[in-house]
Structure formats: structure tokens, C-alpha cells
């Protein structure tokens, strides 16, 4: 199976940055995905990376290490509305399609 | 980006009922689809990849005769949860591959919140 890590709860305030960090092991890895999800809501895609670097996507990035099995996300200028669940996922190829392993989520919690 | 509906979008039903799901991409269409479901304060856990036209793979752990999947067209996956107990309660979230996506990802749909009195 497939192990993937990420911390259960972080809280940061409005305005700042914060790291939300995911480790993984797997084999046939094809990408990894993160994904936020507001309570009661389907996840909406922010990010994949499959080679190894940084993304940057407006306030977000994600960063990728493939050797170490090590990825983050990191949230920039944290508004009220990014208090949400963010979730880790792994594409790992099998027989045609690739499938998806989510990490258990981490929540954040911005604070005024 | 794509669009993944579900329905209904909440359902709750006695003991021992069934319940059918649907799942359908409504401007792409999509030979794989997922479902999911998910317990509160849980990750999404796979429950089964349906491809159009053939038969749905379960993942391990999975009763295929109690989730019943049914992959008609491109754009439609259902998901029927055959004599539903109270421990079948949970958020199912289907989510469908657009093969002409940047990344060839996931988008998912709405959930379905489900509650087996």
C-alpha cells in the first residue's frame, strides 16, 4: 500500500504564510496532487507536481522532491477563506489509468 | 476547469434499502471515473475505478455486490449502495479524468451525503 503523511491541523493568521508539508512512500508514482476541500464540499484541484521543483501558482505553491518522497504546499498571504482542509495525493499508474492516494488532510485554521 | 455533477446531493433512507447515486461530466467526456467515500475528519478513500463499458475494479476491502457500479456512457457513472445498514452512512464523492486536462486530473464532484437511518 501506499503511505502518505501530512500533519492533522495547522493554524497560522490572516496575512501570513504557512508550510503544509507531505511525505510518501509509494511505487509507480505519476505525479503528486494537492487538493483543498472546504467542509461538506467536493476537493478542487490547486496543484501537481510531478518533476522534481517548485510550482508557483499565485498565492500557492508546491514543491517536489521525488527522491525523498517529500513534498509541501506552501499558502502565501493567508485570507479567512483558505480555512480548509488540504490534501495530499499521490497518482500512482495502474494497468491504464493512474489512481489517486489521499493523505488524511490537514486542516487550516486562519485566525484573524 | 471540468464539471462533475452528483446526485442527489443528500439522501437518507431506511435500513436495508438501496440507493443509486449518479455521477456525470457534463462538458468533457470521461472513460474513467472514481468513487470515494469518505467518514468525518477522514481522507477519501477509493472504492472502486469504473471505465465505460466494462466491468468497475474495487479496491481491496470493497464488496462489489453491495456497491454496485454501472458505467453506461462517457459521461455517466452510477454508484447504487444495495441493502444500505447505518454503517454505510458516510460522504460517496465520484470524481471523473479529463484526458485533455493539463495534468490528465481528477475533477470531482459535489459529494453525496448519505445517512442510513
Known amino acids: 500500500g501506499q503511505n502518505i503523511d501530512q500533519p492533522t491541523e495547522m493554524t497560522a493568521t490572516e496575512g501570513a504564510i504557512v508550510q503544509i508539508n507531505c511525505t510518501y512512500q509509494?511505487?509507480?508514482?505519476?505525479?503528486l496532487f494537492w487538493y483543498q476541500q472546504h467542509a461538506g464540499e467536493a476537493p478542487t484541484f490547486l496543484s501537481y507536481?510531478?518533476?522534481?521543483g517548485l510550482e508557483e501558482k499565485g498565492r500557492f505553491s508546491s514543491f517536489l522532491s521525488r527522491s525523498k518522497g517529500y513534498s509541501y504546499l506552501l499558502l502565501k498571504e493567508l485570507q479567512m477563506k483558505d480555512s480548509a482542509s488540504y490534501l495530499c495525493a499521490v497518482r500512482v499508474l495502474t494497468d491504464s489509468w493512474g489512481k489517486l492516494q489521499f493523505g488524511a488532510g490537514t486542516q487550516v485554521v486562519v485566525t484573524p | 476547469g471540468a464539471v462533475v455533477s452528483q446526485h442527489p446531493s443528500r439522501v437518507i433512507c431506511k435500513s436495508g434499502t438501496s440507493v443509486k447515486i449518479e455521477c456525470r461530466s457534463l462538458?468533457?467526456?470521461?472513460?474513467?471515473m472514481f468513487w470515494y467515500r469518505q467518514f468525518p475528519k477522514q481522507s477519501l478513500m477509493l472504492m472502486a475505478t469504473?471505465?465505460?463499458?466494462?466491468?468497475?475494479?474495487?479496491e481491496q476491502g470493497v464488496e462489489k455486490d453491495k456497491f454496485l457500479i454501472n458505467h453506461a456512457s462517457l459521461t455517466l457513472s452510477t454508484l447504487t449502495v444495495t441493502s444500505a445498514h447505518p454503517e454505510d452512512s458516510s460522504f460517496y464523492i465520484c470524481?471523473?479524468?479529463?484526458?485533455?486536462?493539463?495534468?490528465?486530473?481528477?475533477?470531482f464532484g459535489p459529494g453525496t451525503r448519505l445517512t442510513v437511518l
Open positions: 469504473s471505465n465505460e463499458g466494462s466491468k468497475a475494479t474495487y
Open positions: 470524481s471523473a479524468s479529463d484526458p485533455n486536462s493539463s495534468y490528465n486530473e481528477q475533477f
Open positions: 507536481n510531478v518533476l522534481d
Open positions: 462538458d468533457f467526456q470521461a472513460t474513467t
Open positions: 509509494t511505487s509507480g508514482f505519476n505525479g
